[in-house]
């Protein structure tokens, strides 16, 4: 069965740091994009930052470059989001998901494999 789960969320002041894990069981990660989304109650999910399979290719979206870094390790199966100048408007609940072949890796529609998600929040 294939799944992912996040970790590494939390309560972090502004301007602070945080790295979300996504570990994979059930199938090898580097076979497929790997995304991360994230979602406000009420509003719509959103693309935060997408890699291709072979990670030749890494999109962010414009709220967050130059402040969100994606990495993967294939020997751990695992994919992170390094979070970096965290800003109130970043506190949301942060999923990772895998996909065969999204054209547009920010685009949450075209995954197929989610994990529950994990709480940022951003306060002080």
């Known amino acids: 069965q294939m799944q992912l789960e996040e970790s590494g969320g939390g309560l972090v002041q502004p301007g602070g740091s945080l790295r979300l894990s996504c570990a994979a069981s059930?199938?090898?990660?580097?076979?497929?994009?790997i995304g991360w989304f994230r979602q406000v109650p009420g509003e719509e999910r959103e693309g935060v930052s997408g890699?291709?399979?072979?990670?030749?290719?890494?999109d962010y979206a414009d709220s967050v470059k130059g402040r969100f870094f994606f990495s993967r390790d294939n020997t751990k199966n695992m994919v992170y989001l390094q979070m970096d100048s965290l800003k109130p408007e970043d506190t949301a609940v942060y999923y990772c998901?895998?996909?065969?072949?999204?054209?547009?890796?920010?685009?949450?529609?075209?995954?197929?494999?989610w994990g529950q998600g994990t709480q940022v929040t951003v306060s002080s």
């Open positions: 890699a291709s399979s072979s990670g030749g290719v890494i």
């Open positions: 998901a895998a996909g065969v072949f999204p054209k547009r890796l920010l685009n949450s529609y075209e995954y197929d494999y």
């Open positions: 059930g199938f090898t990660l580097d076979d497929y994009a």
